[in-house]
């Protein structure tokens, strides 16, 4: 069965619209989130874009900053600095990857913990990690909101996990682990991947390589979210497992497009109204 991100997304998106039309009333205003692009790369212009019309649309306010790619760490420090102190401004988020001559970890550390919306501050994953209330990355977020959506626990089950990147591959292990999956992460250096994958009940496989996962490589049944954004030689878009090949065995599949991707900005839209209302908390009349 296909596991359609994009429905699930978009009655979550439903969902916020619905408490964002009451924030006005309650707290004078609707949540802000800024993006902050570098450079003009045609794909990041278009994906910030997009991103912008959909909070737009779910009710949020929405501001892209674009910024030169030659702009210095220093200057662009500045103006995360001066958007912690905008009091209109809810959420802060720094497209990545970011240009070679700027310290990508300088700069989530630069961002106020309470409008860091992708959950990357230190102190949130900290807070993630230590089970302590905190942002949680958008993308893990969503895979989990995937899975519950379908009625699967993780709850016992084996669960493996391709790539330790801090974004994608270290959050999802450590929310599999709190919904008790035994969890094995997987990486370049893992001896010999198809017997770890063999053994997976569910496999959340974030590479960025295509077909990283063929269909010999898994078992009958298991679960398979693909996080992979890639294009294939025709330019299609492709995720990191062999879908044509792995889709058959699997009990539930996520495509790509549609699968992880729409849950990942459902998930943005969410940790923004959270630091929105976290903002107001004390504030607000009940
Ligand atoms: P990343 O930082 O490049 O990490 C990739 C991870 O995969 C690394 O840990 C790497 O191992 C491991 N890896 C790479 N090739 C492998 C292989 N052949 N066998 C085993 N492990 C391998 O990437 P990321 O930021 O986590 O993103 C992963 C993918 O998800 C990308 O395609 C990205 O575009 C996509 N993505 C999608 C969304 C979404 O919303 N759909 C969100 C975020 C990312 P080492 O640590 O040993 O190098």
């Not at 094995?184 to 063999?198: D, G, K, S």
């Amino acid at each position: 069965m296909i596991l359609d991100g994009k429905a699930v997304a978009a009655a979550l998106k439903a969902d916020i619209a619905e408490q964002i039309k009451t924030l006005p009333e309650r707290f004078g205003r609707v949540p802000h989130l800024v993006v902050i692009l570098l450079g003009e790369d045609p794909a990041s212009q278009v994906y910030v874009r997009n991103k912008g019309l959909a909070f737009e649309a779910a009710g949020f306010r929405s501001t892209t900053v674009v910024l030169p790619a030659e702009t210095t760490e220093e200057a662009l420090l500045a103006r995360i600095r001066s958007l912690n102190e905008d009091e209109s401004v809810d959420g802060i988020l720094v497209q990545l990857p970011l240009p070679r001559h700027i310290d990508s970890a300088t700069v989530i550390r630069t961002i106020a913990v309470g409008k860091d919306v992708d959950g990357f501050h230190p102190l949130n994953v900290a807070a993630l990690w230590q089970k302590l209330p905190c942002i949680v990355p958008c993308t893990p977020k969503g895979m989990m909101k995937l899975l519950a959506s379908a009625g699967i626990d993780p709850c016992g089950k084996h669960a493996v996990v391709i790539g330790r990147s801090n974004i994608v591959g270290l959050p999802v292990a450590k929310l599999l682990l709190d919904a008790n999956a035994t969890v094995t992460v997987c990486h370049t250096r893992t001896a010999n991947l198809a017997e770890q994958t063999r053994r997976a009940d569910i496999l959340v496989v974030a590479t960025g390589r295509p077909k990283t996962v063929t269909g010999d490589m898994v078992s009958d049944g298991v679960v398979v979210l693909d996080v992979g954004v890639n294009r294939d030689k025709e330019g299609k878009l492709c995720g990191d497992v062999d879908f044509d090949s792995v889709a058959p065995k699997a009990s539930f599949i996520t495509p790509v497009p549609g699968g992880v991707g729409p849950m990942t900005i459902a998930c943005l839209m969410e940790n923004t109204l959270e630091c929105f209302l976290n903002r107001f908390r004390g504030q607000a009349p009940e």
